[in-house]
């Protein structure tokens, strides 16, 4: 149990199917692929490639913003009821050093669940080899609402 009274319980066909669905639409278009996800923490991966890189050759500040934030949302994910969805309500996140490496990787977990409203960090590292480095940190606020009541 975590801060908010959720229990971190999440069953392995649910787990599962959120390793495959978080990697849809803009996150396959970046290359993000799930790393391992458990109940209030998600890893992901992705593999650098030019297309992503801004004109000086790091990594586009949006494409880690990006995959914080998608990262963070999933680890949300594993606790709310498959009814729910997550959306972000605010995130801040801080550019520690230009990224570049081989891959980008990110932890997200969440810090304190509730009903409605979630709270997480994630950090971003370049890797190169078996070096990481923390190339940025994020804290989001995440809502949990029911699919239904999502406008389309």
């Known amino acids: 149990m975590i801060d908010g009274g959720i229990a971190m319980k999440a069953d392995k066909k649910r787990l599962e199917f959120l390793k495959k669905d978080a990697v849809q639409g803009f996150t396959r278009t970046i290359g993000l692929k799930p790393v391992s996800l458990k109940p209030g923490e998600f890893i992901t991966r992705i593999k650098l490639e030019k297309h992503l890189c801004q004109q000086d050759g790091f990594v586009h500040a949006g494409v880690i913003a990006a995959m914080a934030d998608h990262t963070a949302g999933y680890a ?21 050093k230009p990224a570049s490496g081989k891959y980008l990787e990110c932890k997200a977990w969440v810090t304190k669940p ?15 080899g078996k070096v990481k480095n923390l190339v ?17």
Not at 117 to 128: N, Q, R
Not at 136 to 152: F, L
């Open 76 to 96: 949300c994910y594993s606790l709310i009821p498959e009814s729910h969805r997550i959306l972000s309500v605010e995130f801040k996140i801080s550019y520690l």
């Open 114 to 128: 509730g009903k409605l409203i979630l709270f997480t960090e994630a950090d971003v590292f370049s890797v190169e």
């Open 136 to 152: 940025a940190r994020a804290m989001h606020t995440m809502a949990s609402v029911p699919r239904a009541k999502i406008a389309k």
